[in-house]
């Protein structure tokens, strides 16, 4: 190993020590005053990493069937409330579409028989909560970058955001979770749109219709209940203008593992 491959394993492990260590809760730590500034801290080493390493080619390990969970936990919520998704999923949500738009040539809207009908790819990864539990599924879905490849991203659209059902304010004044992740992530080849979790439908609480899977990434960054995705070249005019409905809260925005 060259003494500038050390130098880069060196910086690569302090900064997944330091995501280990701090990314262990979520709301009463992120409602401290110090919380979210270690957590600033930590992103910026971690986008140094990234910007040191280049792009992220390197693949998320994949498991054999003699690996999968027992269950799959519900991570967050477990059934959207409002009334549009309910109707949803009264019609075994065959009205359903998922909406690309922002910062493409051709706008689309897809059904769940149209991403089915698409090159799907199916893998065997574990997801790491930051509340301190991982599980192993089967995934099955059409890779992102097919979806992106039909609505061909302008030059400057530099974050893929995921726009969800599921309202995280209460239902007086909801506010809906939303995620994001760069292009890097949104081009890699484990980075899909799933459908299908161990054989079968994606349950409910589990995100159906659909669900981003970003195997590189902890678990808050997989957006459930997708509706909509949206390319842009920053995150101003979104929510809180962080990124993601946790980052809003003082996460992270790079979550990388």
């Not at 500034?37 to 910026?44: D, G, N, P, Q, W």
């Not at 080493?45 to 799959?72: K, N, Y």
């Not at 097919?146 to 007086?172: E, Q, T």
């Not at 589990?206 to 960054?221: M, T």
Request: proline share 5%; charged share 20%.
């Amino acid at each position: 190993m060259t003494p500038a491959s050390k130098s880069k394993r060196r910086l690569l492990l302090s900064a997944g020590s330091l995501g280990a260590l701090f990314l262990t809760g979520c709301d009463r730590l992120s409602e401290t005053e110090w919380f979210p500034k270690v957590l600033r801290t930590h992103e910026t080493l971690s986008r140094s990493v990234h910007q040191l390493l280049g792009s992220r080619p390197s693949m998320a390990q994949e498991f054999t069937e003699a690996d999968l969970s027992p269950s799959f936990r519900s991570n967050g919520t477990s059934m959207p409330e409002g009334d549009e998704y309910q109707a949803l999923v009264k019609s075994g949500f065959a009205n359903w579409q998922l909406e690309v738009d922002g910062l493409v040539e051709m706008p689309a809207r897809l059904s769940l028989a149209e991403l089915r009908a698409m090159p799907r790819r199916t893998q065997i990864t574990r997801h790491d909560c930051v509340e301190g539990w991982s599980a192993i599924g089967k995934w099955t879905g059409v890779p992102l970058s097919n979806v992106l490849g039909l609505v061909k991203p302008k030059a400057n659209a530099r974050y893929v955001v995921f726009h969800c059902a599921d309202a995280m304010g209460g239902s007086l004044t909801p506010e809906y979770y939303y995620e994001s992740i760069d292009m890097d992530d949104a081009l890699h080849s484990q980075t899909i749109l799933a459908y299908g979790l161990n054989g079968n439908d994606l349950p409910i609480a589990n995100g159906a219709p659909i669900r981003l899977r970003v195997e590189r990434q902890l678990g808050y960054k997989h957006a459930k209940y997708v509706m909509r995705i949206e390319l842009v070249e920053s995150f101003a005019n979104i929510a809180g203008g962080k990124g993601g409905y946790w980052e809003d809260n003082g996460y992270q925005w790079y979550a990388g593992i």
